[in-house]
């Protein structure tokens, strides 16, 4: 049992299951947990974990909104949810969706904010009053009168946030507010936060798959695996221990990771590292007197055919005249390479892929798919020679079956029926789907879709995939398992294009990084290249990989140069661990 | 921004919505007791200069007009061919120009296109009219005074995100467009029952996609404590000044006179 | 402890039961948002383009009841028209807007009672020739002439994509 202090601004769940209405399965069991006034609370999880369902609980969503089986009660800032509509506990607890767009509903940012409290009735004084308010506290005072569609992600992010602050809640519950944000936007949001609760004193509750902010920010952290709380307690404990983030698919900290080499299971764990800062002192004090041994391992980079399949030449594109999106991009990329391309929100690297199939079309310069001019190419043609795999699966996913949604692109090229069967099965085989052939894709998990959105492309057997932002909102298990099917499809010859905002994952599996910024190529080259010019990546506002800070230190203590990746860093470690004074 | 409206300071932007609303609401009953396109006209010309003097986009309005020129020109002709000339009253309306099959059939009558440009200007007059009330007020200004009118304030509010939500729809259909040619679906040119197919792809995405973020909305709506009370608080009212009233009497003395007129016998044909 | 204050009225309304329920406006406006976000999508055909503006009302009559289809059309209509400045004029648009509700209807309960696309053969002619020939008061046998045709192909490029994606998502029991 449960024995929280009933203050105002606490939480108190004590549940024995919820299940939601139509389903057998309980999303979630056994929740207890108690929150106090003024604490920063992360909640974390792999998908599906039950992350969203409890937070919705906190506010009377469920059971209110999603009517389902309920046992148990919570108890929110004193008040029993059951018993209060979600509108009357709107005021005390504030929720902000994953979706920002969904969050807005007025024409202007003013509008937007004054939405709350106009529906409690506020007087006009008063509205006018929290507008201002809620809005120097999000860092958007001044922009008023600006029209909310055309904010950017971060700037809508924090317009939702403003929104429920107007509504002067004790609580403040956030789900997955970062998702899709660049690193630095994502860093903005846990200031703003931070800055939120030490000035109004809130309670804030954050989910999300931000280890590193998580870390930095929350008091405690709530950890979500099949729907129960399996561990509560302090960010520095849960992220030194890698194999209990590895257990509930929570991503490590690089450091942690790195300096896992020293962990001796019989000794206590003070030579775990949370920051590369830490673990750089520490093995500057060993190493000093040591002449560091210098594995030569196999280098991963296999030979690459010189043959260029795409070329942009001199390429320039406006959405509006006088207003580039793109300025004189020239780039080269060979058959079977492994690209990604970094930047931050609004750098133009959509833009520039959208021109690889002709969705975009430059305003000058041209850009040449294995060797011709594509300018008077049609899209459908192209979508032969270069897959494009967006964002979000949902935008083209729309038959009655996931055998039909494969089959889709090849009926447009008229093939034959069973080249077209043969193709299919290949395919759903490939990305772990023949199971599923003839469910309904709606009913299929986000993870699912992404792959049968994968598939769909793959299908038409295109060499050149270009995959944008593959990994957003997934959890680190999914993370990993997209990662490695573009390697493996990189290995059968494919040429692969992708954004990405996860410098980790572009320095792991990328043969080549380009980095884009305000619409021009700043840097290209392989990822230890690139890491290393940290002048110009400073300028394009990206911040380095923390297992790159630490390859770089590596580097001045005598190891070899170009260590960027966590593996990378560890097999060195492990070859010189004589060395390190281990006990 | 989607909606044509149109900040600037003219005299008609000054005018409260009810009183620009009662003034399209005369003129097109103006336009519709006379028969003559003669005064139409001069009601299209009034209109147009209000319109001037608003001193916005004037380029839009030819937009919006150019499209219906088609459907003018074939209202013009089949009007002129088809009405028969002897119920007009005046003698030069009776008048036959010419027939265009031997035997006297299909007449083509000086009153028939006359009527034919009464009823294309009365669409003319509308679609100005209704620009002047477009161009000049605020959305917020609209949905204010639908309430005003006792419309259920879930209705308003209905209306005014719908209208939010037109430009993130709009990116949601782009983006799935997008998303279907590059799976090579080509639109267009595959006769009739094959270009409907291929916008089946689209058509399905845009439907599941407003579905589910209905569900998000709705709940954004009670996470911000829509319909905690029966309305919410306006931040900005519609107000009636002098001038308002003293426009609306305008208006008012207008409409007798041209009920009077009609009953005088005043443009007939 | 302190003890939290309620004003006593917001005890009194339960949404989720009601016809405007939280869901069904917030599933309005979004669909009345898609009317005007269909009329700029333009399907070839052979009397020029047909805008995609209906489809989602008479989706959202079988879908969700013909009261909520029948709002759905009305407003989508007037948002619609008010995208591109009221092309037809105001009182236009409102007779318009209004026929389009009870055509909506009619489609739904006949679909629902009879069959499906009984009901969409009787809201093409609804939407067709009936509507062209309710425009003779105001534009004469002209105006009927020059829209009988494009009403008529534009209903039933609408109705049919209607009652295609109704059936596909129906099976996913989404709707
Ligand atoms: N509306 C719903 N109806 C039925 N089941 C649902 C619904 N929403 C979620 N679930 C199920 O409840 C479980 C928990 O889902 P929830 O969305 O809370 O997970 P999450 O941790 O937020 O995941 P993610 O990281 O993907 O956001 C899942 O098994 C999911 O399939
Ligand atoms: N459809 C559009 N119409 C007008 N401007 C656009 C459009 N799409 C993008 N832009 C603008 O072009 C610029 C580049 O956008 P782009 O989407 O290519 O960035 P990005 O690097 O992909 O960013 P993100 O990381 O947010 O996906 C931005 O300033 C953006 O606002
Ligand atoms: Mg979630
Ligand atoms: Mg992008």
Redesign the interface.
Known sequence: MNTGKLERGSVIVDLEKYLYPESSKAALKKINFKINKGEFIGVLGRTGSGKTTSLMLMNGLIPHFFEGDLTGSVVVNTMNTQRYRVQTLARFIGLVMQDSETQIFGITVEKDTSFGPSNLNYSKEKIKELIKKSLSLVGLSGFEKRITTELSGGEKQRLAIAGVLAMEPEIIVLDEPTSELDPSGRAEIFRVLSEIRKEENVTVIISGHDSEEMLDFADRIIILDEGEVVWQGKPQDLFKDVFLTEKYGIRPIESAEISNVFHNSNSNDSKIFLHSEGLIEYLKGQLENYSVKNATHKVSIFPKQKKTVIEAIGLSFGYRKNEAALHQINLRINKGEFVAIIGKNGAGKTTFSKHLNGLLRPTSGQVQINGRDIQSVSTSELSREVGYVFQNPDHQIFSATVKEEVEYGLKNMNLSKPEIEEKVTRVLEFVGLKDYQDRHPFTLGKGERQKLAVASILVMEPGILVIDEPTTGQDWDGTKRMMTMMKELNQKGHTILTITHNLRLAAEYADRIIVFSNGKVVLEGTPPEVFSQEKILESASISLPESVKIGKSLFELGFKSGLITVNQIKEQLLENLSLINVN | ????YYPSNSFIHSLDVRTKILG?FIV?VTAFVFLSPVINLLLVLITTLILLSMRTPFN??KQ?IK??L??FL??????GF??PAEKFQLDVNKQILFYLMPDNTLPFSTGGIF??LT?TL??L???I???I???STP?EDIIQLMQKMKM?Y??A???A??????????K??E???????????????KG?IG??KG?????????????????????????????????????HEIKMTKKDYIICFAELVVLIAAIWANTENVGVM | MSTIPIPKEEFDIYDQKIFWSSKRIARMAIFIAMCAVGSMIKVPSPTGTVALDAAFAFFSAVAFGWREGAIVAALGHMLTALTTGFPLGLPMHLFISIQMAVWVTIFDITAKNIHLWFGAVLAVILNGPISSLLVIPIGGFGLFAALILPLTIGGFINVFIACTAYLIIQKSRMV
């Open positions: 921004m989607l909606i044509d399209f097109t839009k309005v919006i499209p219906l088609p459907i074939i209202m013009l002709l089949i009007t088809t009405y009527y034919g009823l009365r669409i007059i509308m679609v009219a209704s620009t009330v477009t161009f959305i259920p879930q209705l509010f209905v209306i995100t719908g209208i939010r939500f037109i430009p993130t729809m709009q949601k259909s983006m799935i467009q997008e998303a279907q040619r590059a799976r090579g679906t080509e639109f267009g040119n009739l270009n409907i916008y089946i792809p689209v058509l399905i995405p845009m439907i599941v996609d407003s579905i589910r973020m209905s569900e998000n909305l709705a709940i954004a709506m009670l996470n911000r404590g829509f319909g905690a009370y029966k309305t919410a608080t306006n931040l």
